[in-house]
């Protein structure tokens, strides 16, 4: 099954050498990657860097698209490879000072319970954190997460399961529900 939608339209416009169109989707998903990168990556020098490179690499990719996939949702799976790969290039552990370090717009804009969240979710395997992002913070469905991270459905729902648990105990060692 082959989807048409205006970005399917603006794809084929940039395969038929009309290059300049394709500022029209970064103009479109720009703000939505960028923030995937920060949720994932809480730093915003690196989500703007990386923000770039998928743009780059969607382009370059773009005589592979399948017409059959959303743009939106092939644009994320790039992403989400690129944040998973920044991730494995980090230490494996939260450093206490985390808190501190969060970029301004979202510590001036999240409650201070929003933060401890989103420092329980930093806290997860980059596995586990991908499907919480993707989910709750992306608001991407099911089948559309599991287009990103190139996992079965089922297996999307499991991990989501796991990483709840995993949240609730990093929760309530915090005291969060107090």
Same mark, same amino acid.
């Given at each position: ?59 370059? =990719?773009?005589? &592979?698209?399948?017409? !059959?996939?959303?743009?939106? @949702?092939? #644009? *994320? ?6 944040? +998973? ?60 997460? =599991?287009?990103? &991270?190139?996992?079965? !459905?089922?297996?999307?729902? @499991?991990? #989501? *399961? ?6 609730? +105990? ?9």
């Amino acid at each position: 099954m082959i989807i048409s939608d205006e970005d399917h339209d603006i794809i084929r416009r940039v395969l038929n050498d009309s290059v300049n169109t394709y500022s029209l989707l970064i103009e479109k998903y720009q703000t939505p990657v960028y923030n995937l990168f920060l949720r994932m990556l809480h730093d915003r020098n690196e989500a703007e860097e990386l923000t770039q490179v998928v743009f780059v690499k969607a382009y370059e =990719a773009l005589p &592979l698209f399948r017409f !059959e996939y959303r743009f939106f @949702s092939w #644009l *994320y799976r790039i992403a989400v490879n690129q944040a +998973l790969a920044q991730l494995g290039k980090r230490r494996k552990f939260v450093e206490i000072e985390y808190i501190h370090n969060l970029p301004d717009d979202l510590n001036e804009n999240t409650s201070y319970h929003d933060q401890k969240l989103s420092v329980a979710v930093d806290q997860l395997k980059s596995c586990y954190k991908a499907v919480v992002v993707l989910k709750y913070y992306q608001q991407l469905s099911y089948k559309e997460i =599991a287009f990103a &991270l190139d996992i079965p !459905e089922k297996k999307v729902r @499991s991990r #989501l *399961y796991d990483a709840r648990l995993q949240l609730k +105990l990093i929760l309530d060692k915090t005291g969060f529900y107090s």
